[in-house]
Structures are given as structure tokens and as C-alpha cells.
């Protein structure tokens, strides 16, 4: 079930290990460090089509590659929405003239990405979006469109270039019928406002996005007016893959951390606590398993809702070792790592961080009951949920 790396494969990683010890000197921003990434080629290495800045590899090469950047400890990539999300979106969808104007910024790491799908009272149920987006026919921006409407929960929005957004183009349009695919610009003051929403943890990840009739070229259209769910849905798709394996690698070395403590507290001791470790640990192996059985499932029965089954596994695994973080420290989990102060009123340390983000994930990017019903509905073929009263 695991992957034979060759001795071709064992070259790039010793070749990726050594840069990433060279390049991670103190602390980088995160857009000079995409930067750095993109002048050494490490951006779009799994593009399905080179020629954009990009270099490519193979599947084991980008495992590598996944591995032993998740391994170095290097920083939480600021653009990998537009490398993993949107690019391979624009190379099976886009116009040649959208790849040479997108994908070159992306691999170079010079423009970053947010993704503008959830909305207030449509947050897993996508095809609900009721923001609008108006094609004008005047004389100042022929062919334009006017996007207005609200988005939240958009990771990274505070730092984002640019704003691939769902938008409804077909006034009346109900569910994923009259969806358009818009490629939209951040910087337009007095159009494009973001609000960051602040979280359990004290720092602000997500935000509310407000367009108030921003500018979206003609040209920036992905697969054409009214195809918007079908290029949303080709999207989703590549949210599984390579990249879960890296997520992973980022989990083991915090179950890592979680299995020191307890060996450092004597929770161990307790059986109770070691079972509830041992089927972490067990159930971390199963994830990894099922992810590389998936790499190359594209098209076998069920494969559309991989990603369901991946985020289902993940998102409740990593809230279960949130818990066991704090259960190990006991009393001490309680307490802040300083004293309280005007300036640092709410410090928390890595096992407290961890307990509090992971709340969210069996919520964000899809809720847990929406993945259970794309499972069934789509890969055991179960009758669809019904909507509304009978």
C-alpha cells in the first residue's frame, strides 16, 4: 500500500531537504516565502501542464516533496489556494489567454489567492449562494460584470490578491442552475471590504468578504456564463491528493508531541488514556492508507466522493486529538503559558491552540453531516434528502 521510492525519488529528497535547511533562516514573511518557493521552482510541481514557471513531477516526487516540507517545520503556505485550488482549475477550464495571465503569479508566488464560496445561510450548501453578478452594457466596461453579495469563512481573504468567487449570472436562477465562475480583483477599494472574524484561539484565519458592485472582467469568466457548479464541483475534486498526505505528516508530529506529554505526566499509565492513544495513533495509519488508495482512484465507483470520505476521517481524528492534548497535561492544560497583561491578554500554548482550532474542523470546508449525505447520496447511491415538508 505505500509508495516505492526510487532511487531517482530519494535524490529529490535529499535535494528538497537541503534547500529547505538553507532557506529557513529565521522567521520569513509569508509572501517573501512564497516567493522564495516560486524562484526555486517548488510552485505547481503537480500541474497537470508546465510552461507557466512552473516545474513539473511525478507523484512520488510531489509526495516527497509534500513530506519533507511538512517534516521541516517550514511556515503554513500562504498560497497554496491558488497553487492546488484554482491553478489546476484554470488548466482544465481556462482560456489559454486566463492560464498566461494566472498561472505565471501563482508558480512565481507574487499573487495569492482566497476561495469565495460559503455564505451567510449557505455555508456546506453551496448551490444556495445568492450572490449576484450583473453583466454590463454600457459604454465604460462593456461585457463587465458587477459582483455584489457577502462571503465569510474565506481563509486568507486579509492577505489575497484575488478572489475566485460563485456568483449567480442568471437573475431568478434557483440552486446550481445561472452559477458563474468569476475571477475577481481584492484591491478595489470601496468595492471589495474584509472583515476578519475573530476565533476561539484569538487570532482571525477566516474572514467576511462584502463585494458591493466590484468589477469582474469579461475575460474572467472560467468555462463560460452559467457553468459556475460545474467548475466548482471539478474544484473540490482537487482538494484531495498529495497535499493529504503532507496534512498528515503535520498530524503525526503532533500526535507526536501529545504521546511525549503523556509519557512526561505519567497519563500514559492510565489505560483508559493509552487506549484512547493507541487508536489515534491506529486510526492516523488508516487515514494514510486510504489516501494513497485514492491518489490514483479517478474514476473508479464512488471516486467523487473521496473527498467527502477524506474530510470525514480528518476533520473528526483532528478533533479527537485536540481533546486528548489537554487530557494529557490535566490540570495544567488550564493554564496560560504567561501572566495575564494589557499587551498579551490571551496567550495560549501549542496544546491549547490545537484543542481550540480543531473545534472547527469537523465544520469548515464542509460540515460533517454534508459529507456524510454526499457519501451516501453519491457513492452508496442511497436515495436523495429530501428538502423542506413533504
Known sequence: ??????????????????????????????????????????????????????????????????????????????????????????????????????????????????????????????????????????????????????????????????????????????????????????????????????QLTGTSDFNEVYFDGALARAGHVVGGEGEGWKVAMSLLGFERGVSTLAQQIGFAEELGRVLRTAAATGADRDPLVRERLVRLWAELRTMRWNALRTLGGSGSPGSEAAPSVAKLLWGGWHRRLGEAAVLVRGAAAAVGPADWSAALPYELDDSQHLFLFSRADTIYGGSDEIQRTIIAERALGLPKEPRGRP
Open 1 to 198: 500500500m505505500d509508495f516505492a521510492f526510487g532511487p531517482e525519488d530519494e535524490s529529490f529528497r535529499r535535494e528538497a531537504r537541503a534547500w529547505l535547511e538553507e532557506h529557513l533562516t529565521g522567521t520569513p514573511g509569508r509572501r517573501d516565502w512564497e516567493r522564495e518557493l516560486g524562484k526555486a521552482g517548488w510552485i505547481g510541481l503537480g500541474w497537470a501542464e508546465d510552461g507557466y514557471g512552473n516545474r513539473r513531477a511525478g507523484l512520488t516526487r510531489q509526495v516527497v516533496w509534500a513530506e519533507e516540507y511538512a517534516r521541516s517545520g517550514a511556515p503554513a503556505r500562504s498560497g497554496h489556494i491558488g497553487e492546488n485550488l484554482l491553478a489546476p482549475t484554470l488548466i482544465a477550464h481556462g482560456t489559454p489567454e486566463q492560464k498566461r495571465r494566472f498561472l505565471p503569479p501563482v508558480a512565481e508566488g507574487r499573487e495569492l489567492w482566497c476561495q469565495g464560496y460559503s455564505e451567510p445561510g449557505a455555508g456546506s450548501d453551496l448551490a444556495g449562494v445568492r450572490t449576484s453578478a450583473v453583466r454590463e452594457t454600457g459604454a465604460g466596461s462593456p461585457g463587465a460584470y458587477r459582483v455584489t453579495g457577502q462571503k465569510i469563512w474565506t481563509s486568507l481573504a486579509h492577505e489575497a490578491d484575488w478572489c475566485f468567487v460563485l456568483a449567480r449570472t442568471e437573475p431568478g436562477s434557483t440552486r446550481h442552475h445561472g452559477l458563474s465562475f468569476l475571477l475577481v480583483a481584492m484591491d478595489q477599494p470601496g468595492r471589495v471590504e474584509v472583515r476578519p472574524i475573530r
